[in-house]
């Protein structure tokens, strides 16, 4: 598909590239909290170049795609953590997302506090929420895309799941204490 002779031809690799951008800097950024997700994007694109060569056909493109994106933010994760082990915690470093109504501030601080409780998640369970709930892949493509068994995939939701209850309830009940 992406071959001539056994190379990769270039032009297909930038239909490819077009067909799937949108799609990568999307999960990219629900995965990794950010909207500034060039970099990692690019790594994605490049680690896909570099993959197809050995990219078999067995899978759909994106579900190989799917796979490089949950490397990719793996690796980015680990190298967040040993920055994160190095720095000391600075509140007063972080924006303030209070502003307009009421209740526009406070949808603004619930999203807030989700995506901090998906970032507290293990990386395996991230994925698995960030493919199930944001992507809206069956749970048999999200085990496809992170080579894990079907009952494997559901474990990690239903805990990341229970997880993110607990989380967000202890969250609210601060919110209810600070009023």
Not at 22 to 29: E, G, P, Q, S
Not at 38 to 58: H, I, M
Request: proline fraction near 3%; charge should be positive.
């Amino acid at each position: 598909m992406y071959r001539a002779g056994g190379l990769i031809v270039l032009q297909d690799f930038g239909e490819l590239i077009e067909r799937h951008q949108a799609m990568v800097f999307r999960t990219l950024a629900r995965m990794t909290g950010s909207s500034d997700v060039e970099d990692l994007a690019q790594e994605v694109f490049l680690r896909l170049f570099r993959g197809l060569r050995g990219f078999r056909g067995e899978a759909r493109t994106s579900t190989f795609l799917y796979r490089i994106i949950i490397n990719v933010v793996n690796d980015e994760w680990r190298r967040r953590q040993q920055e994160r082990s190095l720095l000391p915690l600075d509140a007063g470093a972080l924006p303030s997302r209070m502003a307009g109504p009421l209740e526009i501030a406070e949808r603004r601080q619930f999203l807030s506090a989700l995506a901090e409780a998906i970032e507290e998640l293990s990386p395996a369970e991230r994925a698995v929420v960030t493919l199930y709930f944001q992507e809206e892949r069956t749970y048999e493509e999200i085990a496809a895309i992170t080579e894990a068994p079907l009952g494997t995939v559901k474990t990690h939701l239903h805990r990341a799941r229970q997880k993110l209850k607990a989380t967000m309830q202890q969250r609210m009940r601060l919110c209810r204490i600070e009023r």
